[in-house]
């Protein structure tokens, strides 16, 4: 790596604790947050990113920009904004040997070099560059950590929408087919393996662009995992292996690009690209069949770990993904195994289910073993 230049653009450091009322006016949180986002060639959506973060409900106390390889003018775009912002904001401006430069390398640098500002009970909160965050993100997120006892909360990255009207209509609907699939999955799993922590209503992403992590959690784990590409979903496995509860938050939302010309390798712009040219035959690989999801589940409830990844389980077995003429079959047959599942827990746990099932239509149960475990005689 070459040399590192560091400095500061805004005046505005506000290092000490700030007060937010979550959404339902119950507790005071009193947070120290420090977003970093990794930046290469961003001049195009830098500035609408820094806005978005200056409009928040809730300001973070520093913003930390770590420029890495670039060659357009991202920097002097954020230049423009100088004492415009009402945060702290750090530029950091790196080059990478290019055998070693990638997406993973940036972020997990980028948030060791704002970890190091951090408090004891500091939230490292990160982002993407082309992202720009709702005005309620920072304190939905903030409310997603009051009322659920976790360390680090995932929330949502969503198109931008003049974004998503570059997209076909086609494949806009393949998307949905493929989130209603998964949705179905992720409520039985839940049924089965309960997790009182990261409730129904919830979703299944692990996107850089939302991830926000305890500074102590972030600490056990050695920081984000020093892969290339996919570090978002490495740390989420490295999270849980460590025991560390994880919310993902349905409301907790930013808007990202549909650019076709990403800076991962298999990220959302490679896909998208892809899908352009020709839809791909199989539906994303963590939608699974739901007999392989049964699977899953079974081994987990053998498991001595409760926070075991259920993606590690069934490991040995070789993987079967869904194609995506025969989605519509798969989701007919998750909803008939996941109303099974609703009648046998609401026969044999009625009055405690009652609430869950007048708010969220999911049954939770108390305890793992209360769940039904005969599941090899679920329908198919």
């Known amino acids: ?22 959404e339902n006016k119950h507790d005071v949180i009193k947070k120290q947050i420090l977003v970093a986002i990794p930046v290469c060639n961003e001049e195009e959506h830098i500035v609408p990113c820094l806005l978005a973060l200056a ?21 002097e775009r954020v230049a423009s904004l100088t004492n415009t912002l009402p945060f702290e904001l ?38 993407d560059a082309d992202s720009e965050a709702a005005e309620d993100w920072l304190s939905r ?76 959690a972030w600490s056990r784990v050695g920081g984000m995992p020093a892969v290339p590409t996919s570090e978002d979903r490495a740390f989420y496995q490295v999270l849980r292996k460590n025991g560390i509860r994880v ?34 035959e199989y539906i994303d690989d963590i939608f699974e069949p739901v007999s392989r999801r049964l699977l899953r589940m079974r081994h987990l409830r053998q498991h001595a770990n409760p926070f075991f990844p259920f993606e590690d389980a069934c490991m040995e077995l070789p993987q079967m993904r869904v194609r995506r003429d025969d989605l519509e079959k798969h989701h007919k047959r998750a909803q008939r195994v996941l109303d099974h599942l609703r009648k046998m827990t609401h026969r044999s746990h009625r009055d405690c289910l009652s609430a869950s099932i007048d708010q969220f239509d999911i049954p939770h149960l108390a305890h793992s073993n209360q769940a039904p475990n005969r599941v090899q005689d679920m329908p198919e």
């Open 247 to 280: 919310r993902h938050a349905p409301d907790v939302k930013v808007y990202v690009s549909a650019r076709l010309v990403g800076r991962a390798q298999g990220g959302m712009a490679e896909t998208l690209a892809r899908r352009l040219q020709l839809q791909d």
């Open 90 to 127: 750090e530029i950091v401006r790196v080059v990478y040997d290019p055998g070693l430069a990638s997406a993973g390398l940036a972020r997990r640098d980028a948030m060791t070099h704002a970890a190091q500002y951090a408090s004891s009970d500091a939230l490292l909160v990160t982002t």
């Open 141 to 216: 997120t903030l409310n997603a950590f009051a009322h659920h006892p976790v360390e680090a909360v995932f929330g949502r990255a969503l198109l931008l929408p003049e974004e998503a009207k570059k997209i076909p209509f086609n494949l806009h609907e393949d998307e949905r087919a493929e989130q209603a699939y998964g949705a179905l999955l992720d409520q039985i799993a839940l049924l089965l393996y309960p997790e009182p922590h990261d409730p129904w209503p919830r979703h299944t992403e692990h996107s850089g662009a939302s991830i926000a992590v305890t500074y102590q």
């Open 55 to 75: 409009r928040q409900e809730t300001q973070p106390d520093k913003v930390v920009l770590w420029i890495n390889n670039t060659t357009d003018q991202t920097h």
């Open 1 to 22: 790596m070459g040399q590192i230049k560091s400095f500061s653009l805004s005046g505005h450091n506000n290092t000490g604790e700030k007060t937010e009322l979550n």
